[in-house]
């Protein structure tokens, strides 16, 4: 039976050791855990004596303390001094109760986010929030949309209705507040709600005969509104659609301007940092349709025409049947509404997809030769995406390269090809033969043709075996 070890042997052990951890408990065994003290940082703590023989030292200098509550309220209150930890500290993961020192909110959080530095969430705009808040905040962005379930947060969906059409739809609270996303039946067709608020004001005011709409003799360039009696056109549009068309609006201005015509540019969902120096571009900061601001379109209206010299009495119309002629002209164009826009436009497809929305694809045949693709429906309807196999491509230019035209190069680069497919493009695959061994396969055409052109892969493995 081994001696039992004396507690001055261990102590001698442990110097040899650890020459910087005295013992406070009496040694018992090595299993038996003692207090020890650190005679670096004072540091005290309970360990096996095993475990210092091994080299454990002490877990304050190392960085391996366990965290009491009182020292993980020292390092918040350093990191964010206006919270105060209201609950007892378990470990980093464990949510613990905090309380703003500012405006008294209390909130459970993870402790390692507020020894990031992450603070008050009612006092950053992260809050929670409840049903009536949200349901306010909603309102208070787009009144039209209406709150059917109970809100949980920011990013699970809730179910809503669009008080326009009746249309109901899922969508998270993050892109119905932060984004702003409308009903997905109403979205906006190519003509905006302030250009068709503003055709459908005139008209009422000036007679339909005055007021023309998407007008292209003027100037060149087609104008969204002109009324030619008196010398005035509007080109309104959001500003996300037209911040990177700022240089066609400037032109169109310019053009007006040696025509005599009066333009008035109009944006609305304005950064308010955006600044114009120019007279005839007005900016407005929110969404007319959304925010219900047609009154400050009429006030616009109005003044324009009083400075054109239109002196007739403030015009006895109902606003809110502008308004809501407006708003119907302004939805989503379904699918026989893009075809007719299509046919006007002399682009020659047959649609056998469903129209979504400008930016989705839908998907077309050509009428000519029976090409079928699915290009965005708003490139398209531009005019910037045709048929590919009838010369035209997607910026408008004809290929310089016919189907013909590229079996005489391949015959040329390699007289074994026969050439089966249609030939596309020069980064599209076709279907070719080799006349030598029959094998077939589908190469880019442009690797047959190019100055160091590939052939048959069955020819070029027999060369390589030297057969």
Known sequence: MPKLKSNNDYISELKAVSPSISIIDKYVNSRTKITVRCDVCSYQWTARP?????????????GKERKTTSRFREEVAMTNPNLEVVGEYVNTSTKIDVRCLDCGYTWKTNPSSLLSGIGCPACGGTKKKSQDEFIHALFSINPDIKVLEQYKNNSTKISVRCLRCGYEWRATPHNLIDARSRCPKCTHSSTSFIEQFIVEWLIRVLGSESVVHRDTTAIG????????????????????????????????????????????????????????????????????????????????????????GWDLAFPNIDINDVVNDAYKKSVKTDTDQFIKKLVSKGIDVDVFGVYKSSSSRISVRCKTCGHVWSPRADTLLSGNSRCKICGISKNGKAHTKSHETYISE???????????????????????????????WNPVANTLIRKNSSACPECGRIKKDGR
């Open 410 to 440: 391949v015959r040329q680069k390699n007289p074994s090809i026969i050439v089966l497919g249609q030939y596309i493009k020069a980064s599209e695959r076709i279907h070719v033969r080799c006349r030598v061994w029959g094998r077939e």
């Open 50 to 62: 095993t475990d210092l023989l091994r080299g454990h030292g002490c877990p304050r200098c190392s």
């Open 221 to 308: 360039l087609e104008l969204d509104i002109f009324v030619p009696k008196l010398g005035i056109a509007f080109e309104p549009g959001s500003w996300h659609w037209h911040k990177n068309k700022l240089e066609g609006d400037a032109l169109k201005r310019r053009l007006c301007l040696e025509k005599g015509i009066r333009l008035i540019t109009i944006y609305d969902k304005v950064p308010e940092k955006e600044m114009f120096e120019e007279k005839d571009v007005v900016l407005y900061p929110y969404d007319i349709r959304v925010q219900k601001k047609s009154n400050q379109l009429e006030q616009l209206l109005l003044s324009v025409l009083n400075e054109q």
